[in-house]
């Protein structure tokens, strides 16, 4: 008798009970708390399912990399938006991992191109900033908004700078469990077909 590897939903939900998110950062709420703040953020305001998605995720590259979210406190570009996109392609697709892969640029981008943005963000986030490139110049901030996530991105982005706040009513993960499932799913499907049809 063989026994099913664990999926995906239950690979993240473990993630989201492990050390590393019970960990702050620098913020004022654990970063598993941060995440499912940024996704409950995205849905009440009624973004896409994959985009609530990419909210939930938008961390996870803190805990798949070996560099990780501590060492980039301690001054180290962990690059974890790129980690966790990279992670996460193995279930997902593009409208959920790139959002995840731009959301550190997309504070890159906001901070050159929005007065006040800068302003904003949280002590850890400015810190951080500078480990990750700082804000952009022009030549780069164009080619960033010429990409195709770049939107999305930038809104994932406003989602991750406000899910920092202690004590608010926050869903747990199991809340989110039946839309990364059914993405999961229909992925599946998706390659399944196009399999298929070549
Ligand atoms: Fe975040």
Redesign the pocket.
């Known amino acids: 008798m063989s026994i099913e590897p664990p999926g995906a939903v239950q690979i993240i939900a473990d993630m989201f009970a492990s050390d590393g998110a019970a960990d702050y950062l620098g913020e004022a709420v654990s970063?598993a708390t941060?995440?499912l703040q940024?996704a409950a953020l995205a849905e009440r305001a009624g973004a896409a399912r994959p985009l609530i998605a990419a909210a939930l995720l938008?961390?996870v590259g803190h805990f798949t990399s070996t560099v990780s979210g501590r060492d980039l406190m301690r001054g180290t570009d962990n690059r974890h938006s790129e980690h966790g996109a990279n992670w996460l392609t193995q279930w997902f697709g593009p409208e959920v991992t790139e959002p995840v892969r731009l959301?550190v640029d997309a504070k890159r981008y906001l901070c050159a191109v929005e007065p006040g943005y800068l302003q904003r963000l949280s002590a850890a986030s400015v810190y951080t900033l500078s480990v990750q490139g700082g804000p952009m110049g022009g030549q780069e901030s164009a080619e960033f908004a010429a990409k195709p996530f770049a939107a999305d991105a930038c809104q994932l982005r406003r989602w991750?700078d406000e899910?920092k706040v202690p004590d608010a009513p926050t869903p747990e993960f199991e809340h989110f469990a039946p839309l990364l499932a059914g993405l999961v799913q229909s992925r599946r499907g998706r390659l399944e077909n196009s399999g298929h049809d070549h």
Do not use: K, L, R, S
């Open positions: 970063q941060h995440m940024a938008h961390d959301h991750d899910a």
